[in-house]
């Protein structure tokens, strides 16, 4: 079996910039169109890397990152479920891989790392992305019929769960 051109590791603290990078690249690769421009246009890079810095130290082992060599190329972080009523214990806070990689098995290797198939699990996804949602029907997550509108964009989020 050939072995992908990727690797997964923990966040260490010489990719948190390249982790802040790819965050950004992904979300205008993924949500033109679905998110304002001015939300797109408006991520900074130091700032970012600042925000993930923190999860970093303060959540050892929550974030992994795909990596080619030395390049970022997509990432997943997971904590405790931050509902207000939980109906798991964890949460898939992101996952993001850059669209060069799309259907590699990036996102697949990630999420295994990030969150084992044992582990009950729930996330929030634009109802509006069709291809995430069946990506992660794939690793027997389901809709549980929990709609929000996310926190900066008028779009509507859908929950999924793993039980």
């Known amino acids: 079996m050939t072995q992908p051109a990727w690797r997964i590791a923990p966040l260490p603290a010489e990719y948190v910039h390249g982790l802040a990078e ?10 033109r169109g679905l998110v304002p421009d001015h939300i797109l246009d408006a991520f900074e890079v130091e700032r970012r890397a600042e925000q993930w810095e923190r999860v970093r130290v303060r959540y050892p082992g929550s974030t992994y990152v795909a990596l080619v060599e030395d390049e970022v190329i ?6 405790a479920a931050r509902d207000e009523s939980p109906v798991t214990p964890t949460e898939l806070n992101a996952l993001y891989v850059r669209a060069t990689w799309y259907g590699t098995g990036v996102a697949h290797d990630l999420i295994r790392a990030a969150v084992p198939p044992d582990i009950p699990c729930s996330l929030w996804v634009f109802e509006k ?6 990506f992660y029907r794939k690793h027997r997550f389901e809709l549980d019929g929990t709609s929000r509108i996310e926190a900066f964009t008028p779009a ?7 039980r």
Do not use: D, L, T
């Not at 790819?22 to 949500?31: D, G, P, T, V």
């Open 22 to 31: 790819c965050h950004i690249a992904c979300w205008r690769e993924a949500y």
């Open 156 to 162: 509507v989020e859908v929950r999924m769960v793993r």
């Open 129 to 134: 992305n069709p291809r995430a949602q069946a």
């Open 74 to 79: 997509g990432f997943a972080s997971v904590g």
